[in-house]
């Protein structure tokens, strides 16, 4: 995928199931930034979204959950 190194810590985030505030918190990022970053995710992943691209994130290889 052509995702940035910060829309893929985004993403990870999101299949953790982290909110938007905790993903703020977590990275050291505003909330603005994390909503921009979380957009260009999914229309690169071309998903409507969260949880539609946690879920492609995981089947595509992108994120591999851990055991």
């Not at 985004?10 to 199931?17: A, I």
Request: include cysteine; hydrophobic fraction near 45%; glycine fraction near 6%.
């Amino acid at each position: 995928s052509d995702l940035t190194a910060q829309e893929m810590a985004v993403l990870e985030c999101v299949v953790r199931g982290l909110s938007n505030k905790e993903i703020s918190d977590q990275l050291g990022i505003s909330l603005r930034t994390v909503k921009f970053h979380l957009t260009h995710v999914l229309a690169k992943l071309g998903v409507a979204d969260r949880t539609q691209a946690a879920v492609a994130a995981v089947q595509r290889g992108i994120i591999h959950l851990d055991d």
